[in-house]
T-cell receptor, first 113, second 112 residues
């Protein structure tokens, strides 16, 4: 059973397009996260939701908008994609906020042409 | 100074070697310490999770935290080719809005 799943696994798109990435966790966790891993493999948090409420909102362009329809799902919508958005985006979840011990999904490799 | 510094590597060792991976940090508020393993083109996998100072052992892996020196380590005994991956340290302070801060990761290669 997959604990944290993401779709799609790969996303190739043109500059200026709008795209969404979906994430689901079946661990019963309350908290979910979006991370960006750049070409140098550095992982940086973007957003965190606890029980559908936004609790962490890092300095990311407002072209990025997360949405949590319920505590098992967290989606990421990106408007007007730019070349610099090319990266691997990881979803993660944890039992509660601030405890660490986060479980990561397999990642979505986004390439903007 | 970066909040979390990790030896950049890469690191190559023969099979069976003992591997020591290290991170230093500057934020004395960090209380939770983790090691993640990331295989190529996969998501990070939680290996070890410790709270505050001390040692924790799980099979061939031992995590060590020294809060007085702001230093954490991961030891891998009897290393195997399947241990070849990137290892990331991560840590966060307590609090609902606290963020996990990652090291840059070190790539380990275990030669058969």
């Amino acid at each position: 059973d997959t604990a944290v799943s993401q779709t799609p696994k790969y996303l190739v798109t043109q500059m200026g397009n709008d795209k969404s990435i979906k994430c689901e966790q079946n661990l019963g966790h309350d908290t979910m996260y979006w991370y960006k891993q750049d070409s140098k493999k550095f992982l940086k948090i973007m957003f965190s939701y606890n029980n559908k409420e936004l609790i962490i909102n890092e300095t990311v362009p407002n072209r990025f908008s997360p949405k949590s329809p319920d505590k098992a799902h967290l989606n990421l919508h990106i408007n007007s994609l730019e070349l610099g958005d090319s990266a691997v985006y990881f979803c993660a979840s944890s039992q509660a906020p601030g405890l660490g011990g986060q479980f990561f999904g397999p990642g979505t490799r986004l390439t903007v042409l | 100074q970066k909040e979390v510094e990790q030896d950049p590597g890469p690191l190559s060792v023969p099979e069976g070697a003992i591997v020591s991976l290290n991170c230093t940090y500057s934020n004395s508020a960090f209380q939770y310490f983790m090691w993640y393993r990331q295989y190529s083109r996969k998501g990070p996998e939680l290996l070890m999770y410790t709270y505050s100072s001390g040692n924790k052992e799980d099979g061939r892996f031992t995590a060590q935290v020294d809060k007085s020196s702001k230093y954490i380590s991961l030891f891998i005994r009897d290393s195997q080719p399947s241990d070849s991956a990137t290892y990331l340290c991560a840590m966060n302070p307590p609090g609902a809005n606290s963020k996990l801060t990652f090291g840059k990761g070190i790539t380990l290669s275990v030669r058969p």
